[in-house]
């Protein structure tokens, strides 16, 4: 398609039939990682700056609240951005040498942001979440969080569709998270982090009274920070895994797990070509859905690789920058996990989910069901040679 690299940062879904690479042939050099970094903070600054402009000029509240609106979902799109840089850095899947990855991902993509310590994320993501034997059990601290918001196998139906809605704006759960962040900041790590934590916000907060930009600083860093981070990482959490799993006895080990994720891609079918008025509608509703919906869920809670997180879960040491045309490669390809799926919109997969949790639909692309034919197929083949033999 015309503009193919706007269309595949919008949907997420690549159209590259390249050969697959290594994981290590995706990752970063150190000074990609640098302007990745570098990026992520130059908007996150200008947003902050630009927002407190806003605040102190004359224009009236209605002129001033859309450009605030801006302002929050770019700072939440890029610290959370930080945090999913962070993540990949974390699983080595950013720079060959993990001591300067852990460095930089502690000093720059972490403290700042109030994000866990290196060594305690990798426990809680990549020990524990990305474990065949774990993800998606009571373990797996990702579940525990859907527990917490009221979330199990057999909920009723209205009870799903409001908790989607208000379990995240719960007091008691955005206490919780406030609480994790305090936990994992200043309570958790080794003692010499948290000295370098609590150093971090003690000169922060005394430049911030010194300069008296507290108020500037909680409306537009603190409040997406650490509010509308919350709300926007729900969203896309709720459709990252087909939680509290049915998995068939007998299930392959590897498609018990392929069969928890799939590609979500953001978007719908283009009307195509056609004529006259009812044409013409169908076209302008396309555009504006486009604006209205996908890009801006794309860019407040589908930020970097989340469309890919399916393949993220096949090969963690990809790089985020590669993910979606290192997907495409592998799609049609076998797999011990079996076969690639995909919905398109987040509304797809919130049905998914609805009919997994609600009405007992416990496979929805039929992958189970695949791997139970492949595996009769497989037996039987045995069998006949075993007879021949
Ligand atoms: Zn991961
Ligand atoms: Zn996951």
Redesign the pocket.
């Known amino acids: 398609m015309p503009f193919q690299p706007f269309w595949t940062w919008v949907t997420g879904k690549s159209l590259w039939d390249g050969n697959p690479k290594l994981a290590r042939e995706t990752w970063l050099t150190e000074w990609q990682l640098w302007c990745q970094i570098a990026w992520s903070w130059a908007v996150t600054i200008t947003s902050v700056t630009v927002g407190s402009a806003v605040y102190h000029s004359q224009l009236s509240l209605w002129a001033k609240v859309p450009v605030y609106i801006v302002v929050w979902v770019l700072v939440v799109n890029r610290t959370r951005g930080l945090l999913h840089t962070f993540h990949y850095t974390n699983h080595g899947a950013s720079l060959a040498d993990m001591k300067r990855a852990k460095w930089i991902g502690t000093f720059f993509m972490s403290i700042p942001i109030l994000h866990t310590s290196w060594r305690n994320y990798h426990q809680l993501h990549a020990e524990t ?1 990305h474990s065949r034997h774990d ?1 998606c059990t009571d373990r797996d601290p ?1 579940q525990q969080f859907m527990t917490a918001h009221g979330f199990y196998r057999g909920m009723p139906e209205w009870d799903y569709w409001t908790r989607l809605v208000y379990a995240p704006l719960l007091p008691r759960n955005l206490w919780a998270h406030f609480w994790f962040r305090i936990e994992q900041n200043f309570i958790k790590p080794e003692r010499k982090e948290i000295v370098f934590r609590a150093v971090y916000w003690a000169v922060f907060f005394t430049l911030a009274i010194r300069f008296q930009v507290g108020t500037e600083l909680a409306l537009f860093f603190f409040f997406p920070l650490i509010l509308l981070t919350q709300h926007s990482s729900w969203i896309q959490h709720t459709t ?2 087909l939680w509290f799993p049915d998995c068939p006895e007998g299930t392959s080990p590897f498609v018990a797990i392929g069969a928890l ?1 799939w590609g979500r891609f953001l978007g719908r079918p283009h009307p195509g070509n056609g004529r006259g008025l009812n044409h013409a509608w169908k076209l302008v509703k396309w555009w504006a859905l486009l604006f209205l919906i996908d890009i801006p869920i794309r860019i407040y809670s589908f930020m970097q690789d989340l469309p890919s ?1 399916d393949f ?2 096949r090969a963690p040491r990809v790089n985020f920058w590669r993910i979606a045309q290192e997907r495409s490669a592998n799609e049609g390809l076998p797999s011990k996990y079996g076969p690639m799926t995909e919905t398109w919109g987040i509304w797809e997969s919130w049905l998914i989910l609805r009919d997994h949790l609600c009405r007992g639909q416990h496979d929805p692309f039929n992958i189970y069901q695949w791997d139970r034919q492949h595996r009769e197929a497989a037996n039987l083949l045995l069998d006949e040679r075993k007879r021949v033999a």
């Open positions: 979440h993800l990702d990252e895994h994720t997180h993220h879960h």
